[in-house]
């Protein structure tokens, strides 16, 4: 699990301008061995791939899959990941609505230590099915939700001046080295698919862009530290281009961080929302 860490921390833009960064080296290598570098928070949204949660099969819920948009993730922290472990998932169903041509579902998965039973991360993964809506039987379409309402990634961006603001380069290479992580969807790398889908190139995954904009609320707010995190919330709203420019924009609201990522070439907003802190100190 160190080597999936460590490449993962490599595919969201860890060392990408300065390979001996102090802040960043410890994610990955350790003078003490691989089996002692940090976990990056957002490592978390992996476990659902190795959950088979990814794949989105739902008894009756036919869709298409060229047709499936990421729309939301949400991540709880209950400990700090560790490097190396076994992991157990418990996967749900946490929502399902009707939206008329198309369908919205949300997948909850639980991440257990094996050896020690702790929970150590919760992913929320929301889906937007599009050709898969129309399904409900009666006048009033379907929904369903098992979760707290106030874990909605959606937020109001301040109109004040940010707290913060980091600007970080992604490279034209950044999807094919991010897909080693798991996610080998040919939109984030055959040219062809991506063309029928719309876009003028392979697009950068999502959650890689989450990556680098968690990376950017620990290194300006954090002062470093990974452990300070306690959620995540994320809501893509437009999709980056290898080699685009990534500019993140914090809020301080108490206990939470409200961020705005933008690619800067475009001046287009591609993901918002919140990451919720735990110990932060007031001299911030």
């Keep these: 699990m160190n080597?999936?860490?460590?490449l993962y921390a490599l595919g969201v833009g860890v060392c990408l301008s300065d390979a001996v960064d102090?802040?960043?080296l410890k994610y990955v290598y350790h003078e003490n061995g691989?089996?002692?570098i940090k976990v990056l928070p957002t490592f978390a949204t992996l476990l659902v791939l190795r959950s088979g949660a990814s794949g989105y099969n739902l008894p009756g819920l036919e869709y298409d899959p060229r047709l499936l948009l990421h729309g939301q993730q949400y991540i709880e922290l209950y400990k700090p990941l560790p490097s190396s472990c076994h992991i157990h998932n418990?996967?749900?169903l946490a929502g399902l609505h009707d939206k008329g041509k198309a369908a919205?579902?949300?997948i909850e998965t639980k991440s257990y230590e094996k050896e020690s039973g702790d929970l150590l991360c919760m992913n929320r993964t929301t889906v937007f099915l599009r050709g898969a809506g129309g399904f409900s039987k009666s006048s009033k379409p379907?929904?369903?939700?098992?979760y707290p309402m106030n874990q909605n990634p959606a937020v109001k961006i301040p109109e004040s001046k940010p707290f913060s603001v980091f600007e970080d380069r992604t490279q034209p290479s950044q999807a094919l080295l991010y897909r080693l992580s798991g996610d080998y969807n040919p939109l984030h790398s055959d040219p062809m698919v991506a063309k029928v889908a719309g876009f003028s190139?392979?697009?950068l995954h999502g959650l890689c862009t989450l990556g680098f904009a968690v990376r950017a609320i620990i290194k300006c707010i954090c002062r470093g530290d990974p452990d300070l995190i306690k959620s995540v919330a994320g809501r893509f709203l437009l999709h980056?281009?290898?080699g685009e420019t990534l500019v993140t924009e914090m809020w301080l609201e108490g206990s939470r961080v409200i961020y705005r990522t933008k690619v800067k070439e475009r001046k287009r907003t591609v993901l918002s929302g919140y990451v919720g802190l735990r110990g932060l100190t007031s001299s911030l």
Excluded: C, H, K, M
């Design 3 to 6: 080597r999936d860490a460590a």
């Design 22 to 24: 102090g802040v960043e």
């Design 34 to 36: 691989q089996g002692s």
């Design 90 to 92: 418990i996967v749900s």
């Design 104 to 106: 919205i579902l949300e």
């Design 142 to 146: 379907f929904s369903y939700t098992n």
């Design 201 to 203: 190139q392979p697009i």
């Design 240 to 242: 980056v281009y290898p």
